[in-house]
């Protein structure tokens, strides 16, 4: 199985945590002229963008650790695009990180702000 393949698998797994957390999915993979975000949420009046990063061991660290700054700066700036081509600025907003560790998760709410 290939990365792409695994990585995808690991965003459906996220996405199904999130459905039965009482989330709506708006939106897989949104692409934006500066990144991508794995996908996006609502839940009440909170829209969430939600990155999801796999390790199958730590070798090269923990799947959290790799959303450093200049990760973190690309998410923030597609979720802005994302906001103003949906016409969303009156909800509140959420930026959150799901770190699949081998077979454990990690659900890090409001990681991080732009």
Do not use: C, H, P
């Not at 199985?1 to 995808?8: A, L």
């Not at 939106?27 to 500066?34: D, I, L, M, T, V």
């Not at 695009?81 to 907003?93: A, H, P, T």
Request: glycine share 6%; aromatic share 14%.
């Amino acid at each position: 199985m290939n990365k792409r393949r695994v990585g995808s698998n690991k965003e459906e797994e996220a996405i199904k945590i999130f459905k039965e957390n009482g989330y709506e999915i708006l939106e897989k993979n949104f692409r934006g002229k500066r990144g991508e975000i794995d996908f996006i949420a609502k839940k009440n009046n909170t829209i969430i963008f939600i990155e999801v990063k796999y390790r199958s061991n730590k070798n090269y660290g923990y799947g959290e650790e790799s959303v450093n700054k200049r990760k973190q700066d690309r998410i923030y700036r597609t979720a802005q695009e994302y906001i103003q081509k949906n016409e969303l600025e009156k909800f509140d907003f959420r930026f959150d990180v799901v770190a699949i560790n081998k077979n454990e998760y990690n659900w890090i709410m409001d990681s991080f702000w732009g």
